[in-house]
């Protein structure tokens, strides 16, 4: 798969996965009344004509083994009893409880070579009876998942706009850390002539310098390249946590210098830099809770 077809993916995936996942609800119920996984199949046949060109369908028990056929337009792949529990399709609906889309992924029986499955979860009384699954060729994902003319627009104007903004806050970045790494050679900064005023001033400098290039670095790499780490917070929202988190540590690093530097000039003023570290203790909180529920709003 090229890289564009991935960013591509990536960035239509919540699109994709609402428009199946709509189709499920619309067949299968998560809490199936008097499941057998010959209901369930009849039930995911009506989802396969709902959709074009889909790969295949079947179903996988409770503990992950493939409990029926493959079902597919061109023929019936007996494949039953065959272990899926470690696939994502499996895990990732059981964990959620909800209505699931994969990363492409290789497989056999697709024209294409790559397929992307959409999984469901499926209770009786509260109790998990299987997993219904619908195989679909990644190029029919992406017809699916594609941006109408006015959202490539947008989109194409917000990167380059990032971009901008992005190459501003570097050059920004490298001044502020040629401007600290000078400061050592002006003021003379070596062990023998240690001045913790210029020290202090040089630090404030580079710390700068990182918390910035650190979020110029976000910018271009989730903005610009959509690279994706896998974490459980995406899009603008990791790029307000990087933002965030890079605050906390300059600001962490400056409480630690003003300790050291009130210890030795001043101790009476020790209760400034306490300050400082009370307000990062509440920025790390305020984190916490800004991670949790956008967590929350994701797997939605």
Not at 56 to 71: E, N, P, R, S
Not at 94 to 115: A, N, V
Not at 278 to 284: N, P
Request: charged content about 20%; hydrophobic content about 45%.
């Amino acid at each position: 798969m090229s890289k564009g077809n991935m960013q591509e993916f990536l960035a239509g995936r919540k699109k994709a996965k609402n428009y199946f996942c709509n189709i499920f609800a619309k067949h299968i119920s998560s809490d199936f009344e008097a499941y057998t996984k010959e209901n369930l199949l009849s039930r995911l046949i009506e989802v396969k004509s709902s959709v074009k060109n889909a790969e295949g369908i079947y179903v996988l028990d409770a503990h992950g083994v493939q409990a029926t056929a493959t079902y597919s337009n061109r023929e019936k792949i007996d494949n039953s009893g065959e272990d899926r529990s470690d696939k994502a399709y499996f895990y990732k609906a059981i964990r959620s409880k909800k209505c699931e889309i994969t990363d492409p992924y290789p497989s056999s029986f697709s024209r294409d070579g790559l397929c992307v499955t959409i999984s469901k979860a499926v209770y009786s009384d509260d109790k998990l009876q299987g997993v219904a699954c619908l195989d679909m060729p990644l190029e029919e994902v992406l017809a699916v998942s594609n941006m109408n003319t006015l959202e490539r627009v947008f989109t194409n104007f917000f990167k380059f706009t990032y971009s901008l903004f992005a190459f501003a806050l570097m050059a920004v970045a490298l001044l502020l850390f040629v401007k600290g790494v000078e400061s050592f050679f002006l003021h003379d900064i070596t062990p023998g002539n240690f001045d913790i005023k210029y020290v202090f001033e040089a630090t404030i400098l580079l710390t700068l310098a990182l918390a910035i290039f650190d979020l110029s670095k976000t910018l271009i790499e989730e903005e610009m390249l959509g690279w994706s780490k896998g974490s459980h917070v995406s899009g603008p929202h990791k790029t307000m946590v990087k933002f965030l988190g890079s605050i906390i540590i300059a600001l962490s690093i400056e409480a630690l210098m003003l300790v050291f530097k009130f210890a030795i000039t001043d101790p009476n003023e020790l209760i400034y830099a306490m300050y400082i570290i009370a307000g990062v203790g509440i920025l790390i909180l305020s984190l916490a809770v800004y991670i949790k529920f956008t967590k929350g709003e994701l797997d939605k």
